[in-house]
C-alpha cells in the first residue's frame, strides 16, 4: 500500500503563499490534494496524471499549482494569493487504482464521485489564513 507523509502547513496572512509537500512510497499514478474545514465536506483541490495532466477545483484556479517530482516521489501544492476561505486540513492522497485514465483520475476528485476508500491517504497537514 502507497504511504503518504505531508508538511508545510501553518499559518499565514491573507494574499501569502505556503507550499505543501508530501513524500510518496510506492507508484500511483494519479495523485490529489483534498482539503477539509470544521463543518464541511472533503473537497477536491488538485489532481495530476502521470501523463502530466492537472486539474483544479475552480475556487484554486490561478492562484494553486499541483506538481510531482518523479526523482523526489514527492508531490507538491503551491499555493498563493491566499484566501481565509482556504482555511481547512489538507490531506494528500493516492489513487489505488494503478491504471487509471487521466480524465477518470481527476473525476475521481469530484464530489459527485468521490470514495474515500479508494484512495491512500496522508496524515493531513493544517492551514490557516488570516484576514
Known amino acids: 500500500e502507497v504511504q503518504l507523509v505531508e508538511s508545510g502547513g501553518g499559518s499565514v496572512e491573507a494574499g501569502g503563499s505556503l507550499r505543501l509537500s508530501c513524500v510518496v512510497s510506492g507508484a500511483a499514478q494519479c495523485m490529489a490534494w483534498f482539503r477539509r474545514a470544521p463543518g464541511t465536506i472533503q473537497e477536491g483541490v488538485a489532481s495530476i496524471h502521470s501523463d502530466g495532466s492537472a486539474n483544479y477545483v475552480a475556487s484554486v484556479k490561478g492562484r494553486f499549482t499541483i506538481s510531482h517530482d518523479n526523482a523526489k516521489n514527492t508531490l507538491y501544492l503551491q499555493m498563493t494569493k491566499l484566501e481565509p476561505e482556504d482555511s481547512a486540513m489538507y490531506y494528500c492522497?493516492?489513487?489505488?487504482?494503478?491504471?487509471?485514465?487521466?480524465?477518470?483520475?481527476?473525476?475521481?476528485?469530484?464530489?459527485?464521485?468521490?470514495?474515500?476508500?479508494?484512495?491512500?491517504w496522508g496524515q493531513g497537514t493544517q492551514v490557516t489564513v488570516s484576514s
Open positions: 492522497a493516492a489513487h489505488k487504482t494503478r491504471t487509471l485514465a487521466p480524465t477518470t483520475c481527476h473525476g475521481a476528485t469530484k464530489t459527485q464521485f468521490f470514495f474515500p476508500s479508494l484512495w491512500n
